[in-house]
């Protein structure tokens, strides 16, 4: 089966950085994503890994090790509008063409 | 504008009434998505599709229905069998269905009256 694991809230304050975890346990593994959900509202694309290392994008950076089942997504600088929920998501298996989801984490960002 | 778009943004339903719900894409992809989205769980797969005139069930299709006649088209039918229909659901779209990135529309509140 496939697992995906994230905290379920965290609290951060304005200017600060925070680091958000992701682990999974799937039959293979074909590439992590990580988006953002604003309530009530779609999520967007923040990023992608398929091979391990850092992958930086102005104040978001993603983070992946393979052999660790593990990511994280740094958010840097945070500002008020940074406060939503962050999805991580993975193909996983041969030929696999679905996205299993973990089921987020509402990250609020206090004065 | 490229984008998806989904309509109606709230969407009520009566027991035993079935309702669909429209997903249309410009963005010219193939594979075509529904994730049904309840508090507290991750977003889980309804039904995809790879192609035009295909389609797949993913995880939760019981009392679910889809077609796909067009390309830029996927609409999704909830159906009186589906005895717990109130969530949010989201349509996705990617280029392919192999390791793309899969961009969401804006989705649609189903309430049950």
Redesign the interface.
């Known amino acids: 089966g496939q697992n995906?694991d994230q905290p379920?809230e965290m609290t951060a304050t304005e200017g600060a950085i925070v680091q958000i975890n992701c682990t999974y346990q799937t039959s293979g593994f074909?590439?992590l994503?990580w988006y953002q959900q604003h309530a009530?509202?779609?999520?967007?694309?923040l990023s992608?890994n398929?091979l391990d290392g850092l992958e930086e994008k102005g104040r978001f950076s993603s983070f992946l090790s393979r052999s660790k089942g593990y990511s994280y997504l740094l958010l840097k600088e945070l500002q008020m509008k940074d406060s939503a929920s962050y999805?991580c998501?993975v193909?996983s298996g041969a030929g696999s063409?679905?996205?299993?989801?973990?089921?987020?984490t509402k990250l609020s960002v206090i004065p | 504008d490229g984008g998806i778009t989904q309509s109606p943004k709230y969407l009520f339903r009566k027991e035993g009434q079935n309702v669909t719900l429209s997903c249309e894409q410009n963005l010219n992809h193939d594979a075509m998505y529904w994730y049904r989205q309840d508090p507290g769980q991750g977003l889980r797969l309804i039904y995809y599709s790879q192609i035009v005139n295909d389609f797949q069930k993913g995880d939760i299709a019981e009392g679910y229905s889809v077609s796909r006649e067009k390309k830029e088209s996927f609409p999704l039918t909830v159906t009186s069998a589906q005895k717990n229909p109130t969530a949010f659901y989201l349509c996705a779209s990617s280029n392919t269905m192999y390791q793309e990135t899969q961009y969401f529309g804006p989705g649609t509140r189903l309430l049950v009256l």
């Open positions: 995906i379920t074909n590439g994503f009530g509202e779609a999520p967007t694309f992608y398929v999805l998501a193909y063409y679905q996205l299993t989801f973990g089921k987020g």
